[in-house]
């Protein structure tokens, strides 16, 4: 079993920015594509970002594109989000995920662990 668990969640200004951190814990993730979903109030969990075990490709939301960055560190078992720029529309509960496969994908069916999440507001 794997245990994520989220930190870095706060209250930011607009423009502002904020690092999303998750640290794995049970088993090493290093083979497991790891991701960023979000869940705004009275909206679905949509992906955000996504990162191939070896940390060499990364797909992102067209939403986010050019403002996140996911990176991984397969020596710490842990994953970021930096978030730049960020826009009300950006204000939900972010979770992190780990999919037993190489490659990430943009569905939530896709990954099989999952973290309690952290939250995220962005004031206007």
């Known amino acids: 079993q794997v245990q994520l668990v989220e930190s870095g969640g706060g209250l930011v200004q607009a423009g502002g920015s904020l690092r999303l951190s998750c640290a794995a814990s049970?088993?090493?993730?290093?083979?497991?594509?790891m991701g960023w979903f979000r869940q705004a109030p009275g909206k679905g969990r949509e992906f955000v970002a996504g990162?191939?075990?070896?940390?060499?490709?990364?797909y992102y939301a067209d939403s986010v594109k050019g403002r996140f960055t996911i990176s991984r560190d397969n020596a710490k078992n842990s994953v970021d989000l930096l978030m730049n720029s960020l826009i009300a529309e950006d204000t939900a509960v972010y979770y992190c995920?780990?999919?037993?496969?190489?490659?990430?994908?943009?569905?939530?069916?896709?990954?099989?662990?999952w973290g309690q999440g952290t939250q995220v507001t962005v004031s206007s």
């Open positions: 049970g088993r090493t993730v290093s083979t497991y594509a």
């Open positions: 990162i191939s075990s070896s940390g060499g490709a990364s």
């Open positions: 995920a780990a999919a037993l496969s190489p490659l990430p994908g943009r569905s939530r069916f896709q990954y099989n662990y």
